[in-house]
């Protein structure tokens, strides 16, 4: 599989679908593209609601690529990169539309941070989550106020702290999936119900929804560069290198 972002216009729903060879984790070319098909879509009047996907029928994201974090060793390049996550999370935020998330496997990392800047989000029971980016030697400062946003700061802590798996039962406890399937066929019977309900809704109502939704986050902007700088920075260190490698030849050994 090649890596691609794709979109496709169905009955006033623009479905978004991404894919990476490696768990779908997202490179900095796929992640800048993905915000601004986001965006674009967003843009389209004939366009309700907007519904990301990724590839495959295992993860739905590993979050941040690690043959990409092994090659950088500048930090305008890690800030690039980093800023690319927020760039996605404020086109999820700012696009206008209503947007949906399918999770169809396990997803870590700026993968949570996605299924956080949902406005409703569906999953599978096998969809457990967990902010992992402690093991390579930073933290989850560029997806944290989206996820804080759903989870408390406290949750989001010990997530962070912990970088132990939640369940999707959990995730659904805590406000982060809407809605969770047995299997992916069940999931997607009620995807397509909800988005076809959502295809005949009132444009207006679904805008001034999604306008209220985030209401009180207008300083995620303001914290963006910070948070960005603090994952940039701890990913040029030496121990986040050694500990991105020895993940790397963990996960070939499997």
Same mark, same amino acid.
């Given at each position: 599989?090649? /890596? ?20 779908? &984790? =997202? ?8 915000? $601004?098909?986001? =965006? ?6 004939? @366009? ?5 996907? +990724?590839?495959? /029928? ?6 941040? &690529?690690?043959? /990409?974090?092994?090659?950088? #060793? #500048?930090? #305008? ?19 206008? %539309?209503?947007? @949906?998330?399918?999770? $169809? ?22 969809? !457990? ?28 802590? +010990? ?12 995730? *659904? $406890? ?7 399937? *047995? ?7 009620? =995807? *397509?119900?909800?988005? $076809? ?14 306008? @209220? +939704? ?18 940039? +920075?701890?990913? =040029? /260190?030496?121990?986040? %290198? ?6 790397? #030849?963990?996960?070939? !050994?499997?």
């Amino acid at each position: 599989m090649n /890596e691609f972002v794709a979109s496709e216009l169905k009955n006033s729903i623009a479905e978004i679908t991404f894919g990476t060879p490696k768990s779908n &984790s =997202l490179p900095g070319a796929i992640l800048e593209k993905l915000a $601004q098909t986001i =965006l674009d879509e967003g843009a389209k009047d004939e @366009v309700k609601a907007i519904l990301i996907k +990724s590839e495959g /029928e295992k993860a739905f994201c590993a979050g941040a &690529s690690f043959d /990409e974090l092994l090659e950088i #060793e #500048e930090l #305008e390049k890690s800030t690039k990169f980093f800023g690319g996550f927020a760039k996605v999370l404020n086109a999820m935020r700012n696009c206008g %539309k209503i947007v @949906v998330v399918r999770v $169809q496997g396990k997803t870590t990392g700026g993968g949570v941070g996605i299924a956080c800047g949902a406005d409703y989000c569906f999953a599978v029971k096998d969809a !457990a989550l967990a902010l992992t980016e402690i093991n390579l030697g930073i933290g989850p400062f560029v997806i944290g106020p989206y996820v804080e946003r759903k989870i408390g700061k406290s949750q989001f802590s +010990s997530m962070a702290i912990d970088a132990e798996f939640r369940s999707a039962e959990w995730a *659904e $406890q805590h406000n982060i999936y809407h809605s969770v399937s *047995e299997n992916i066929g069940e999931m997607d019977i009620k =995807l *397509e119900k909800f988005m $076809q309900t959502l295809a005949s809704r009132s444009s207006e109502a679904l805008a001034l929804i999604k306008k @209220v +939704s985030w209401e009180g986050t207008d300083h995620f902007n303001e914290l963006m560069p910070a948070r960005i700088h603090m994952s940039a +920075s701890l990913i =040029l /260190e030496d121990s986040a %290198k050694k500990s991105i490698g020895a993940i790397k #030849e963990r996960l070939r !050994a499997k």
